[in-house]
């Protein structure tokens, strides 16, 4: 089985389903995705811009 990078659709389902959550009024969404595999330079450029946290693998050794 090989090991993919993880794109911007996980990032955008990830986003979707945050309007599911009861945030209180004052507070803010702040999303991290993880991945063992990385992540595609496109995720990257969006989640810089939409200021998201990415944990790679070697961020966790």
């Known amino acids: 089985m ?3 990078k993880v794109g911007p659709d996980v990032y955008y389902s990830l986003k979707e389903r945050g309007c ?3 945030w209180y009024p004052e ?3 702040h ?3 993880i991945s063992r595999a990385g992540f595609t ?3 990257r450029e ?3 811009e939409e200021r998201v946290i990415l944990i790679g693998l070697a961020d966790m050794v």
């Open 2 to 4: 090989e090991v993919q």
């Open 20 to 22: 599911f959550v009861d």
């Open 27 to 29: 507070s803010q969404q």
């Open 31 to 33: 999303f991290a995705l």
């Open 41 to 43: 330079p496109r995720l």
């Open 46 to 48: 969006i989640t810089e």
